[in-house]
């Protein structure tokens, strides 16, 4: 990915943690990061975090989100509910690579309590650095916000 464009991140305090080093990593690869919160490990509701980075990419203005969560699942949920935003739960790095490959994701979730960071931070890398292979594929996720 291009990494002059921003990724915008959130998460709930199950995955707080995770989420500072991934954002500690984004940075030190030279992606910029807009951190849409939580910003501590105090309890709140994921629903609040998922709609803002969903929001944010549904809207056009950032091209790519990285959601967490304790599971990941609430997260995906609440973001696959938005327009234009095709978010893919993975904790394996074939869906990470597939998810952009032939679903062109735009938001990548991860689970906290599920995910070591050595492989949250491989998922996220390989995330970043696959493209989109478009052609029939194109025509399929455009399918998904028809009417
Ligand atoms: C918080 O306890 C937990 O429910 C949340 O992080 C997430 O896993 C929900 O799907």
Redesign the pocket.
Known sequence: MNKAQPIIIGS????FELKEKIKAWLIDKGYPVEDAGTHSSA?VN?VDYGRKVAGAVSRGEFSRGILL???????SMVANRFPNVRAALCSDLFSAKMSRVHNDSNILVL???ILGDILAFELVRIWLDTGFEGGRHLERIQSMDAP
């Open positions: 709930d305090h199950a995955a309890s994921y969560c304790g599971t990941g699942l609430g997260m689970g906290g309590r």
